[in-house]
Every structure is written in structure tokens, then in C-alpha cells.
């Protein structure tokens, strides 16, 4: 039992979030992103490699040699990197999608690949980053209890295909396990809501405050499981897609049928467009 009040709770919620995107490795340390063209994409400070680093990094490192199924990384003779906390002249790396992606690591840097559909890129952290510091705090409307909303989670017979714009504006198509239900206003509501692997309720929602308060294509949610199993939709803890703090996330949005036609002032504001 807490003694803490709903509004204690919601306050010390978004406090945590704003020191969380200003972390190691966070969204703002995210400095860079390179897709990679079969053959070989040399590494290092120089502008004329393909995975350009900063400026306190050698010229050239190496070289990550992309074969159309996996990633290779090989350095430059004399030189190593530290992969996953083992220094190496070589390694083949698993992606950000695998259950142990392979992570390199200099001087202040991080970087990973990333697999998207049929594309592999590297992804580049830089905790020298002064942005980790520097970003302005998040912003949140007023916390409004009315925006707390219980619901109850609906599995699909089978998990239903469903298309989510991402940011270059394409649509990729990902299986939905279920869906929620729930009333405002007098009317009923319905969203698709995925169930993660960590058993946890994950919802991209859009609705008309994007237009000029929050951010422009839709916010994400983790619904509150309660005892019961019952849901609740705390729009209080609605939160803006890493895309609203890097130029280099490759985030996914809300589905068409989770576009809500009724505002929700509640949750984290966007006053940067």
C-alpha cells in the first residue's frame, strides 16, 4: 500500500521519463544513423566514409562489409574495437532485432546495426553529446483524471495484420494481438493495442491535439494492468515517439483505425514543431 497521492505518482512518473532520454546510450545521444550499401561501408572521422564518426575518432577505423543477409565488421591492420566488452579486429554482427546484438564500443561511442524490413543500417550513440544536457525538459498538459480510463483487453482469434506509417512515410504491416473498448463522453471507442513480449500493453494513438499541441503523428501509451486484468488507458502518462528528440529514430505511429476523433489534452506536450 502507498501513501502516495495519483498525482504524486503521475509527477514522479514524468520526472523519471525526462531523466531517461538524457541517459548513456538514450534518444538524445543518438547522433547518427547510416544505412549501408552492399560491399563495403568504411567507418571513421573522415566525411568520405560511409559511416561517418566524430571528429575525435581516426580517419579510419575499418570497414562494416554488408553481403544482402548480414553484417560483417573487419578494422583496419593494427587497429581493434571493443564488441560486446571483447576487443576484436573482426566480428559478425548480430542486429538490433536478434536476442543479443552485438554492440560496439569507442571512445564514447556506441553504435549497433539495425534491421528494418530489408534494410540494414548502423546506428551511432555519442554520450560526448552535450544535447544529453542541453535539451529543453519535456512538457506536460495538467493531469486530468477524467483521461484515466478503465477498459478491457480483447484478444484476437488470431493476430490480425495491421499497416503503421513509419517516418519516411511508408507503411510496414505488423500482426496486432488484440484490441481494448472503452467509453468517453458517452460514446464507445475502440483501439488495436499490441501485447509485448514483456506481457506489457503498448498503444499508438493519434488524436486532434497533434494538430497544434502534441506531437504531429500521434503519441504512445502503456496501459496500467490492474489485479482483474483489466486495463486502464492513463492518457496522464501519453508520451511522445523518440522521433520528438532525435533526428535518427526510426519510429512507427499510429494506425489509421487508432486515430481518436475526440481531443485528448493530457499527457506529454509537444511545443517544438
Not at 563495403?40 to 566514409?49: H, I, L
Not at 542486429?95 to 540494414?120: C, F, T, W
Not at 500521434?218 to 486484468?229: K, S
Not at 508520451?239 to 519510429?251: H, K, L, S, W
Given at each position: ?83 560486446n566488452d ?46 544529453r ?105 501519453a ?13 512507427v ?18 511545443p517544438?514543431?
Open positions: 500500500m502507498t501513501d502516495k497521492t495519483y498525482r504524486q505518482i503521475i509527477e514522479e512518473w514524468r520526472k523519471e521519463r525526462n531523466e531517461i532520454i538524457r541517459q548513456e546510450n538514450s534518444w538524445l545521444a543518438l547522433a547518427g544513423l547510416y544505412w549501408l550499401k552492399l560491399g563495403k561501408n568504411q567507418f571513421g572521422s573522415d566525411p568520405k566514409n560511409e559511416v561517418q564518426l566524430p571528429e575525435r575518432i581516426p580517419a579510419s577505423v575499418g570497414a562494416f562489409e554488408y553481403n544482402g543477409r548480414s553484417v560483417s565488421l573487419r578494422t583496419n591492420p593494427g587497429q581493434k574495437v571493443m564488441v571483447a576487443m576484436t579486429d573482426f566480428a559478425i554482427l548480430q542486429p538490433d532485432i536478434s536476442e543479443a546484438p552485438s554492440y560496439i564500443k569507442m571512445d564514447g561511442l556506441q553504435m549497433v546495426v539495425i534491421q528494418r524490413g530489408n534494410k540494414m543500417g548502423v546506428r551511432m550513440w555519442d554520450n560526448q553529446s552535450e544535447k544536457a542541453s535539451f529543453p525538459a519535456r512538457t506536460w498538459y495538467a493531469i486530468d483524471e477524467v483521461f484515466r480510463i478503465l477498459t478491457v483487453y480483447t484478444p484476437y482469434d488470431r493476430p490480425k495484420m495491421a499497416f503503421f506509417p513509419d517516418l519516411t512515410g511508408e507503411k510496414s504491416e505488423f500482426p496486432v494481438e488484440g484490441y481494448v473498448i472503452f467509453e468517453f463522453d458517452g460514446r464507445s471507442h475502440k483501439l488495436d493495442i499490441n501485447k509485448e513480449d514483456d506481457e506489457t500493453f503498448f498503444l499508438r494513438f493519434w488524436d486532434p491535439t497533434s494538430k497544434d499541441e502534441t506531437y504531429p503523428t500521434g503519441r504512445y501509451l502503456v496501459a496500467d494492468i490492474q489485479p482483474d486484468g483489466t486495463l486502464i488507458l492513463d492518457f496522464n502518462k508520451y511522445n515517439p523518440p522521433c520528438a528528440f532525435t533526428d535518427f529514430a526510426t519510429c505511429f499510429a494506425p489509421e483505425q487508432n486515430h481518436l476523433d475526440f481531443r485528448v489534452p493530457a499527457g506529454e506536450t509537444s517544438k514543431k
